[in-house]
Structures are given as structure tokens and as C-alpha cells.
């Protein structure tokens, strides 16, 4: 069974930093992009950034280049977002998905809260 | 940049009724591109569609998806009570997109 295990959200001022973690389970992590994509609240989904199985690629949606950062780490089956010079527009819940091209398996997601 | 611009944004249906669920590009693209997602209230989404008409795994036959190039169609052939909730269609690509949502709301 496949699953996603998102980790490491919490309240933090703007201008600062988190990291988030997605454990996954199930399938074999090292063969597959994945993606992160966000929902603020009330409102839609974003989709913020992806990585190749061997990350050797990436790509970001323009709001957040510059200030996060997709990596992982294939021998703990982990993927990561980090989140540098935080605004109050990045607060949302953060989902970590598996990128089949389409976004077949989600994680139940993180809460960020940028706030003073 | 593609821009999908989903109708309506709200449908009000009943239980039984037929829901037909709107997604336009702002440019053409590939119909393997394209992808619809489930959304209930305090859950992650679900895939329903991918490749614009292919079900995902687990996904019953009342949901069926069509179109191609900037037109595309989501149609739930009779709503369960199940499937009142929020529809998002999707852009896959190097650059991923999402529709800003379609809701079905019980009348």
C-alpha cells in the first residue's frame, strides 16, 4: 500500500524558515518524480515544485523560486521542501504527492502558518 | 503559462442528476496532459482522471472524462450523495497547473 507521510509544519514568522519531510512507504521511491502542492486555506491548489527520482531535475512554480528548495533522499525513502524567507502568502497546507505525471498518491498534508 | 479556467463554479445538483464539469485552456495542449481530482472537505485529493479519459484505479465507471486540445469535460453520470464535493482539473507538464475548482453542492 502506498503511502505519504507529510511532517514538519508549524506557526513561523515572516522572513523565516521550515523544513518539511514527506516519509513515503509503498512503492519504490527512487523511480518516481514527486511533487509538492499547497491549498491555502479556503482556497485552491498550487502546485509548488518537483524532482526527479535521481535529482537531476527540478522545477518550481515562479512565487516560490528563489526562496524554497525541493531535494530528497532516496535511501531514506524522504522528500523535502525548504522554506526559506517566509511570507504570509505561503501560509497553506503543504501535500506531498507521487508525480506519475499526474498526482496519483497524496499525503494528508502539513499546516504552515507564516504570521507575526 | 496555461491557464485552465474551470465552469461552473458552483453546480448545484441532486442525488441522481448528471453533473457536467467544464475545463478550458488558455492554450492547447496534449490530452495525456490532463488530469481530474476529487476533493472532500479535511481531505487530501484524489485522482479520478488522467490522460483526460482514463479512470485511476479504484474509480467507478459513473465518472467519465473527455476533450481534447483546450476543451475538456468531467461528467459524473448520476451524483451519489458521495460525490458532493470540489473538482480540480490539471495541467501536467514541465510546469504543472491546476484549475481553480468546481463545486458540487447538493440542492
Known amino acids: 500500500e502506498v503511502q505519504l507521510v507529510e511532517s514538519g509544519g508549524g506557526l513561523v514568522q515572516p522572513g523565516g524558515s521550515l523544513r518539511l519531510s514527506c516519509t513515503a512507504s509503498g512503492f519504490d521511491f527512487k523511480n518516481y518524480w514527486m511533487t509538492w502542492v499547497r491549498q491555502a486555506p479556503g482556497k485552491g491548489l498550487e502546485w509548488v515544485a518537483n524532482i526527479k527520482g535521481d535529482e537531476s531535475a527540478e522545477s518550481y512554480v515562479d512565487s516560490v523560486k528563489g526562496r524554497f528548495t525541493i531535494s530528497r533522499d532516496n535511501a531514506k525513502n524522504s522528500l523535502y521542501l525548504q522554506m526559506n524567507t517566509l511570507r504570509v502568502e505561503d501560509t497553506a497546507i503543504y501535500y506531498c504527492?507521487?508525480?506519475?505525471?499526474?498526482?496519483?498518491?497524496w499525503g494528508q498534508g502539513t499546516l504552515v502558518t507564516v504570521s507575526s | 503559462e496555461t491557464v485552465l479556467t474551470q465552469s461552473p463554479g458552483t453546480l448545484s445538483l441532486s442525488p441522481g442528476e448528471r453533473a457536467t464539469l467544464s475545463c478550458r485552456a488558455s492554450?492547447?495542449?496534449?490530452?495525456?496532459?490532463l488530469a481530474w481530482y476529487q476533493q472532500k472537505p479535511g481531505q487530501a485529493p484524489r485522482l479520478l482522471i488522467y490522460a483526460a479519459s482514463s479512470r485511476a484505479t479504484g474509480i467507478p465507471d459513473r465518472f467519465s472524462g473527455s476533450g481534447s486540445g483546450t476543451d475538456f469535460t468531467l461528467t459524473i453520470s448520476r451524483l451519489e450523495t458521495e460525490d458532493f464535493a470540489v473538482y480540480y482539473c490539471?495541467?501536467?507538464?514541465?510546469?504543472?497547473?491546476f484549475g481553480q475548482g468546481t463545486k458540487v453542492e447538493i440542492k
Open positions: 492554450e492547447s495542449f496534449s490530452s495525456s496532459y
Open positions: 490539471q495541467r501536467n507538464g514541465v510546469i504543472k497547473a
Open positions: 504527492a507521487r508525480d506519475n505525471s499526474q498526482f496519483d498518491y
